[in-house]
T-cell receptor
Framework: GNSVTQMEGPVTLSEEAFLTINCTYT??????LFWYVQYPGEGLQLLLK?????DKGSNKGFEATYRKETTSFHLEKGSVQVSDSAVYFC????????????????FGKGTKLSVKP | IAGITQAPTSQILAAGRRMTLRCTQD?????MYWYRQDLGLGLRLIHY???????GKGEVPDGYSVSRANTDDFPLTLASAVPSQTSVYFC?????????????FGSGTRLTVV
C-alpha cells in the first residue's frame, strides 16, 4: 500500500546550518506531496506542497522538489533559525483511499528538529 | 472562530467512561478527519467524512465512532475509554476530495485515560 518514510530524528543543528530532512514514498498513481510543521503544543500547519513531478514547493525559506524517478520529496533549508525548531512531517495524498475514499493524507512518523543558537 | 476549533484542550478520563471530542470548522470544507498522534507512530487516521451525512473508517477505527450531521461539526466519541486511547487527537478538514489542497488542522485534544 501507499506509505511515507522519513528520516528518524531527532536532528540537532546550529543556527545558520544547512538542513535536509529526507522523505521517500511508495504510491500508486501520481499523489500530491506535502510537508507539514508542528510547533510545540500546536497542531500541524501546511509548510509546502507539490502536486506533480518536478514541481518545487517553497515557503519560509524551505523547499522540496517532487522527484518521481527517486520517489522522494526531501525538505531543505539553506540557513536554519532557532525558530525553526519543530517536528516536520512528510505526507502524500492517498489516491486509493480507505474504503474507496480519495484524498486522505498518509503521514510519515515525523522528524524532530532542534536548532541551537 | 477561525479555522478549526477543538474542545476540550485536554482531559483526564476514567477508563470505561464515555467521552465526545468536539470539532467545528468555519471554512465550509467538505471533508473532515480525525487523527491520533502517538510518539514514534506519527499520525494515524481514525475516521473521515467526505461530506455531510457520510463517514468512513480509517486505519485505527476500533473503539471510536463519528457522525457528520452538518458541514461544520465532526464529533469523535469514545464509547468506553481504555488506557490505550491515551493520545493527542487532531481534527482536520480539507476542501479537496483529491487531496491536492492539503489539510487545515485544529490545535488538538490531549486525552489521558486512567
Amino acid at each position: 500500500g501507499n506509505s511515507v518514510t522519513q528520516m528518524e530524528g531527532p536532528v540537532t543543528l546550529s543556527e545558520e546550518a544547512f538542513l535536509t530532512i529526507n522523505c521517500t514514498y511508495t504510491a500508486t498513481g501520481y499523489p500530491s506531496l506535502f510537508w507539514y510543521v508542528q510547533y510545540p503544543g500546536e497542531g500541524l500547519q501546511l509548510l509546502l506542497k507539490a502536486t506533480k513531478a518536478d514541481d518545487k514547493g517553497s515557503n519560509k525559506g524551505f523547499e522540496a522538489t517532487y522527484r518521481k524517478e527517486t520517489t522522494s520529496f526531501h525538505l531543505e533549508k539553506g540557513s536554519v533559525q532557532v525558530s525553526d525548531s519543530a517536528v516536520y512531517f512528510c505526507a502524500l495524498s492517498d489516491l486509493t483511499g480507505y474504503g474507496g475514499s480519495q484524498g486522505n493524507l498518509i503521514f510519515g512518523k515525523g522528524t524532530k528538529l532542534s536548532v541551537k543558537p | 472562530i477561525a479555522g478549526i476549533t477543538q474542545a476540550p484542550t485536554s482531559q483526564i478520563l476514567a477508563a470505561g467512561r464515555r467521552m465526545t471530542l468536539r470539532c467545528t470548522q468555519d471554512m465550509r470544507h467538505n471533508a473532515m478527519y480525525w487523527y491520533r498522534q502517538d510518539l514514534g507512530l506519527g499520525l494515524r487516521l481514525i475516521h473521515y467524512s467526505n461530506t455531510a451525512g457520510t463517514t468512513g473508517k480509517g486505519e485505527v477505527p476500533d473503539g471510536y465512532s463519528v457522525s457528520r450531521a452538518n458541514t461544520d461539526d465532526f464529533p469523535l466519541t469514545l464509547a468506553s475509554a481504555v488506557p490505550s486511547q491515551t493520545s493527542v487527537y487532531f481534527c482536520a478538514s480539507s476542501d479537496s476530495k483529491t487531496g491536492s489542497g492539503g489539510y487545515t488542522f485544529g490545535s488538538g485534544t490531549r486525552l489521558t485515560v486512567v
